[in-house]
């Protein structure tokens, strides 16, 4: 484990992992760089790839409430640690953040948008009840209750109860949990765009993008992908045959290769 120290001073840890160009993995929600080690292993074969704690994580610094701002220059730092300019990998809401870098200029070389949860279609009920559970999550979080944080966090989602269960009683997921009201509520917000839709911030980055998106997950999440690849100057669209939102390692790494690799 290394360190690299971000704009306002704070220590962002990270792993290095291989040889040849290099890739900066950014996890989603509650997720530290352990989420991305094993794709960092076996992308480690042709690139030198750099998976790290997000602000608030795993043994990076940070003090709430921390802000996409920050996050976005955290990730700056790394790709100057990586040698100036690097591809880019964003999981999720993590693919959200990695969005708002390559719109900020951030040297990115590649970008690769893995199922960023953007609801295109979203009407108000929906906006208030986001807002709702939000507010939710803060007061527990404030009541020191991060199991019972999580545990809402993912009880819309879909996910199984006793992945839930599991996940809401993991220390390593509890510690995280302070992060939940920045990811994914602020980085996917209206707010952090500047009033700017996704498609409209997507028009604006011109680095070439892949993003991916699993054939059994969510049908809005995969017409979110083909509409933002549209939106985006040097765009593509790749649906992975029968995978949903959390794709292995062994699947994921060679469709990353064959892009980060193609002529």
């Given at each position: 484990?290394?360190?690299?120290?971000?704009?306002?001073?704070?220590?962002?840890?990270?792993?290095?992992?291989?040889?040849?160009?290099?890739?900066?993995?950014?996890?989603?929600?509650?997720?530290?760089?352990?989420?991305?080690?094993?794709?960092?292993?076996?992308?480690?074969?042709?690139?030198?790839?750099?998976?790290?704690?997000?602000?608030?994580?795993?043994?990076?610094?940070?003090?709430?409430?921390?802000?996409?701002?920050?996050?976005?220059?955290?990730?700056?730092?790394?790709?100057?640690?990586?040698?100036?300019?690097?591809?880019?990998?964003?999981?999720?809401?993590?693919?959200?953040?990695?969005?708002?870098?390559?719109?900020?200029?951030?040297?990115?070389?590649?970008?690769?948008?893995?199922?960023?949860?953007?609801?295109?279609?979203?009407?108000?009920?929906?906006?208030?009840?986001?807002?709702?559970?939000?507010?939710?999550?803060?007061?527990?979080?404030?009541?020191?209750?991060?199991?019972?944080?999580?545990?809402?966090?993912?009880?819309?989602?879909?996910?199984?109860?006793?992945?839930?269960?599991?996940?809401?009683?993991?220390?390593?997921?509890?510690?995280?949990?302070?992060?939940?009201?920045?990811?994914?509520?602020?980085?996917?917000?209206?707010?952090?765009?500047?009033?700017?839709?996704?498609?409209?911030?997507?028009?604006?980055?011109?680095?070439?993008?892949?993003?991916?998106?699993?054939?059994?997950?969510?049908?809005?999440?995969?017409?979110?992908?083909?509409?933002?690849?549209?939106a985006m100057p040097n765009g593509r669209h790749l649906v992975l045959p029968d995978q949903g939102h959390i794709v292995a390692a062994d699947v994921l790494?060679?469709?990353?290769?064959?892009?980060?690799?193609?002529?």
């Open positions: 484990m290394s360190t690299v120290i971000s704009a306002d001073g704070t220590a962002i840890a990270f792993e290095r992992t291989g040889e040849g160009p290099p890739v900066v993995l950014v996890a989603g929600a509650l997720c530290d760089r352990l989420a991305t080690s094993l794709l960092a292993t076996e992308l480690g074969r042709h690139f030198t790839v750099i998976g790290y704690d997000r602000r608030g994580r795993g043994e990076s610094g940070g003090t709430a409430p921390d802000t996409v701002q920050q996050e976005i220059e955290d990730l700056g730092a790394l790709i100057a640690e990586a040698g100036g300019e690097a591809a880019v990998y964003g999981h999720s809401s993590g693919a959200a953040l990695a969005l708002h870098a390559a719109a900020a200029g951030l040297p990115i070389t590649e970008l690769v948008l893995h199922e960023p949860p953007f609801y295109l279609q979203e009407d108000q009920e929906e906006r208030e009840e986001s807002q709702a559970l939000l507010q939710r999550i803060k007061e527990l979080l404030a009541q020191d209750r991060p199991a019972d944080a999580i545990a809402a966090f993912l009880a819309p989602t879909g996910m199984p109860q006793q992945l839930i269960d599991f996940m809401s009683q993991n220390p390593g997921t509890q510690a995280n949990a302070r992060t939940l009201p920045i990811d994914p509520f602020e980085v996917v917000s209206e707010a952090s765009r500047g009033g700017r839709t996704p498609i409209e911030q997507a028009r604006e980055v011109a680095v070439p993008t892949l993003v991916l998106c699993g054939g059994a997950s969510h049908p809005w999440m995969i017409e979110t992908g083909e509409q933002l690849a549209a790494a060679p469709a990353l290769t064959d892009y980060l690799t193609r002529p």
